[in-house]
């Protein structure tokens, strides 16, 4: 279990850090990440390298018991670099070149910036290689969004990228479709940057997504090159739309790592984020993210919910708050002036509970047997063709997840190219593009019996963001057993009537609705006002050994867990345990035992009746009624267990 | 009567066409609008131009019976000519230049884009001028808006035309007032682009609307030339202030075309587009606009209601939803997958109707007493030199509409220069800009005995966007019998008070408030609150035959239809018919019938007595009592009456 | 007193000249503004000046008993300039050279300005210079905000500045901290423009700053030499973050003058205006300003609030309403059309008191016990550091001014750096930014016996903007008795309990809180609920002679006025007068006689008991109760008082 800080020695005096150094091994730390901002520490002008202060911030470290994740560094130059290389600068979709001030101003794809860049990861690389106190490796820092660049150079990248993908200009031509306000090429270097058309908007994106992945690879490779048997990680970046396909940068690195936030971002970035891998890390956990207001014991509990979703680590960012530069007024452990302070007693706290559980929560790991479904394509393609803030499939995929939470059931979130053999539900919201390996995955996850639910706006587009010229939801409409003719926007809620689930009677549609058609499915709902009285709303589709589910809209609240309900029964899933509002359970499981993480997010005490056989995991006596304080956490174990 | 859909045989497998032809056959189509994006099919590489396609496409289209109204399409060229002749491109206000990638970004003052637009355009009509079966000519695609373009070289060609305007420096100087902030030229070459001084702001946005009716003189002149006998026609764009002016777009073309995109734009269009000729066609009906959610029914209903303000045609916007480009998820009678579905149905059956009733719509046209006066200057001139939403003149314009809808009051909307020989009742809200020609029309009008109604904000500024600097409303003072000192936004509600109108008693001011010295005007109400309280409100005048009613503020709702009723009992103007609420009665009036078209627009079904005397246009069975269903339209005729 | 109007007769007929003369004269106008705007008149060709029509304007108005105010004109140059010279335009934060246009659009920094603008406004001055009807200057018209520039020549400069300022880049480095995000210079070249780091934000602000007083300087300077015993002023703008540090401004001038715009700005700024000097001319007083409604009487009652808050003359803006140009509907005492109106009646009821009592109120002054601090340097780190809006400190500012307006308590309201020997309260709400002359001056001012009040977010940065590493409020917290570890909002309001103040029991904390950790003070109240509840948000310490309260988060209505109240108490200041609500009491003390100004802002007549000895300052009678008339003043007089 890594547990322990970002550390930023370069930007305190060195007769500071002995203190901090023990400050930390005091309160349990046994691993710090550094080095992803120190490119003007290592190199303050250019040509003069100096890793000695590093070397020795490591050595103090390593005397303290606490290990090193080291960063590359090159994606935030110093002054030098833009002063004598200015072409290094990314330009923004606006047009305008990014002044230099802040971090990440670089295109990926610019060679000045490639030189300067490779030569200095590589000699980060080099000089702390085969270090002991090192365990492993950080690729940069939050690589994946901040880098997009559209200026003419990366305009001829992408055209070059263009010519390699597709072959010859009529290939293009035909795969984006041709002629719509004269949208047409004679020639690849006729191809312009993207302003606002769907399919060139979608192949720019994936381009950029491409670039952030050439990078990560490339460092990832050398490190194992040259530091054989460390890890590569790197961290994923909060939830938005813009961001790399981290499902493909997953593959080019060791152990997914990411960012978080909460409340910023939603819990579903766990799963989501441990799904590429079935494995994570926290590189940066919230101590007090960016001005807001954390009472006592937010921390650790946020802590604790990511070791439940299965980290195999948590990183605080960061040990003390900056005394300058653009984050100086938030994030931190520590104050600005180093005292001890609450935070610094609750991580000690963890810290020191860490010490009993690390090892053993290392030895379990998370168990679903349902998979919610969501693709960056989907996303990025629905941007670039129909960008309405409240029909974003992701929101939905939040939705189901939280409702999946409050029911405590153990969920995957997964890319929808994912292995689903594992799986008896699941449920793909808004799969607005459709290519041929999902159509394919998910034909093959039904035939061998596993439950599908669908939502409105899926089957939407092809891989290059054209809608079918079959009937919607496309590849997808044989096993749904559904046409669908229209989606419209809902300007006010719709009533539904249903006799197969009488929660749904009465409850309201909202956002959008799909004119569905059945044909081979039955109907399990209908809308019940308005001028789509009477219209079918859900359906299911038996096809061959399995079901699958269509929802027309959006449902929210008990309606929404009415349907999950109805799901998890058909595909006879089971709860981790039931649970009083605001406590959330969730489980864990290893060869030795299983652990249960009961998290109160109240602020008064919850207790609740346990089933036979959990003991408390600090102490081994067996708990009947477990009490959880306020804002608190409980760990309970079992040894004799069978896994569902 | 023209009935039919836009189509883009370009965007489509040749395949395809026999089956959207007889399908528009079967649907009662008879006419369709093509070509107007289709430059990149004519000619996908710079040289190499082929109509062969779109000769095939006529033909098929001709054998099923439709005819075919042909666009020019200059003004979306493909992107070779964006790669080889950069200079086309428009810059925006702001400064940027436009990035490829959309339609209509070019300068229409640019000399390569001239020569381009030109060449192809000609090339066009020259290939099929003479065609039997091209019934008119449409000039590209909603002319005047977003050609606007503030680059250098277009500001060199705006000298130029001041230098034609104004003749000297000193003209021009003093036309639009001398030293403001050091506002003074000694050159013409000195003018600057646009920032935020009014009168510049004016001449620029002038310049822009004569660059637009220049781009449709030409290519009108040159069809008319080469293709004699054919009507040409453009489409005026949604309601916003910043396009051409359309009053003198009108000249230069046959037949008034028009989008007509309801809830999005307000009735008022209908009038006003058919205002300047008298007559009008709707090129692009709303199908399903831009992803709203319309029931059923509303799509005919829309279309005959363009009818009943008499329009000879309606072109519904598009025949199949594009399955790529920036118009992809929205657009269309048929679905992405091309099947038939209930708008398609929709459109059946009014083209079974319009069998019946086409031609002899067609014979009849409508007939108003009263004339709504709004003009494009008065709006520019406004929004260059107080641009505030809420005063914005057209409001109180739409205000005036709707409330004359509401009582079934037949209107012309028009130009303030337009002629005014026939009407008893003109109403100028917010006639902010008053220039010679307008002062001598209004004077003329009531002179004749007309009763003139003046709103609010009126005459406060010349041709050149200066203020009078006599009392307003400068050149109408004498025949509104009323000074005006100053203006002035009303931050909340002021109530009135009148004997003369008791239903203005209690009533609220809102938005503004002149402050009025009446001279030999009587006052008709006053403010009853604040520190207005006993200041006139509402002044009648008696001049010559007529009498000018002033309006020193804007009133709303109940206030408003007050208002309004005592005008037409003064101006002795009758209704069409008094219908239910949400039941709209339009009259259109031939030689030998006039029809009265009744539009439902409740969700339910409607009845009403009608007078003696009409017949089921259909059925020509008499009616006494007419039953409407719900969004629903009922045409009964009379052929026995006479003109009020 | 000066009374009187901005005039611009380059805008203007000369045969209109006499009329208005007349007309000021007739409405008691003694002193006008010119000229500020001039430069096209005097120059309108390069080259070809003349100041003759000037000259005709200065007499004619002489001859009417009319002083003037000269301006120099140089920010505001016409069209040739930027024609010729374009390089004198600067650039926006966002990289975009302002297009000509408007007004101060020009580089104070660019070597083609200085050049054309010392020459221009050394001719005016050198021309003017001694002229008998002149009685003072004003340096160009609101210089302070407008001329940021943001291009690589003022880049340069910067840098220069910066060289001198820090003399070596370990310096500077070491000043603003090192390494955050690779922020760190090898070379003084290198230092970029701002975009959101924080000491580079302060320090560019300040640079900014340092050229708005070095070109007021020039001018101040130039005509003490060329024209020695005219006063010179310049008016301060409008109260928002960006100007420049008008106390730093204060310094080059003789008399600060200013902008007066209520409603749009505060009462505040007329004490803090008067603080930097204890002296100030209002030399823009609303008349009616950018199209506001404002109703009989404001308009003087306005400026009677100026005159009672120590100002020396009031000059409305403007004569008449331009009739072109971007403030052509708004700004003016005539209308349009030039005729006389309520507002030229109000002007000359004004005109007639101040005949009468002109001179007794210049022969009085405002003397305080209390101050008010607030820094613009404060303001600038805090922006350039923590940009959220609602903790903005002068917002607290202005909620501690207008408690103290209601209670008729007279307020001084200064830079920290300003003398504090004369007061007993000191309230320094939000002081961000505490360097060692601030640090002193507060320890000095409680050493001696003084009160001070500190609030939440106080000794956050130093004067580098850089976090303190010792306790905050930093260098205060010996004085204060307190330490505090952390800052956070308040996401919503929290419940106070106090026993000392029973008026804070219930009362709510808003906006932020600081975690209070007290040394040496005693706490007079704590939070009531949350996870705060019992923790400390007022203290008191006693330190030397004196008190120092700190108040760790933002207190609103009764329970600030409850606050403010203790205070007063406890530091023994007393009120004016006690009113009713809307009812303000304004004092002015000189050696013969104190005038007591009551300004009723109630729209209906208020009435008030008076102490003994008030007379009416216009008839000598003595009052016992006096009558104020709805928006109305009253002034009484006492000969015999003894200064509180």
Known sequence: MYFGVQYYPEQWPESRWPIDAAMMQRAGVNTVRMGEFAWSAYEPREGQIDFRWMDRAIQLLNEHGIRVIMCTCSRTPPPWVFKKYPGVANTRFDGHVNRYGQRYTVGLAHPEFIALAERIDRAVIEHFAGHPGIIGWQVDNEVGGFNDCYCERCLRTFQDYLRDKYGTVERLNQSWGEHFWSFHFSDFDEVPLPANNPQLGLEYRRFMSHLNVAFTRWRSELIHQLDPGKFVTTNFQSFTIKHTDYFKMAEVIDLPGMNHYPPRSPELILDYYRGAKGKMIVLEQLSRLAFCDTGEGWMRLWAYRALAHGACGTIFFRWRTARYGQEQHADGILPHAGQENRRYRELARMGAELKTMGERIDATHVEARVALLMGYES?????????????????????????????????????????????????????????????????????????????????????????????????????????????????????????????????????????????????????????????????????????????????????????????????????????????????????????????????????LVLPEGWRDAFTGMPVEVVEIGGVDVRILSQSDFQVQ
Request: with cysteine; charged share 25%.
């Open 379 to 607: 996303r990025w393609a629905m941007e670039a063709g129909l960008d309405l803030p409240d029909m974003q499939g992701h929101l939905d995929v939040i939705r189901f997840h939280e409702d999946l939470l409050r029911k405590n059931v153990t969920t995957d979130a997964l890319d929808p190219h994912g292995d689903l053999s594992h799986y008896q539900l699941v449920i793909a919201p808004r799969l607005w593009l459709v290519d041929e390996g999902i159509a394919a995955n998910l034909r093959a996850f039904v035939e061998r019996g596993g439950v599908l639910c669908l939502t409105a706006a899926s089957g939407v587009v092809d891989e290059f963001n054209k809608s079918f010229d079959t009937p919607r939801p496309g590849p997808l409409a044989e096993i749904a057993g559904v046409e669908i003719s229209d989606l419209s926007p809902l300007e006010k809620p719709v009533r539904l009537s249903s006799a197969v689930l009488p929660a749904l009677e009465g409850a309201q549609a909202t956002v959008m609705a799909d004119e569905m058609h059945p044909t081979t499915a039955k109907v399990l709902a209908r809308y019940a006002s308005g001028w789509r009285k009477g219209l079918p709303v859900l359906t299911e589709n038996r096809w061959h050994g399995g079901r699958v589910f269509y929802l027309g809209t959006v449902l929210e609240g008990a309606a929404l867990s009415a349907l999950v309900g109805y799901l998890l029964r058909v595909a006879g899933v089971q709860p981790v345990l039931e649970t009083p509002p605001g406590v959330r359970a969730y489980q864990r499981v290893g060869e030795a035992e299983r652990l249960l993480f009961l998290i109160n997010e109240n602020e008064e005490p919850r207790s």
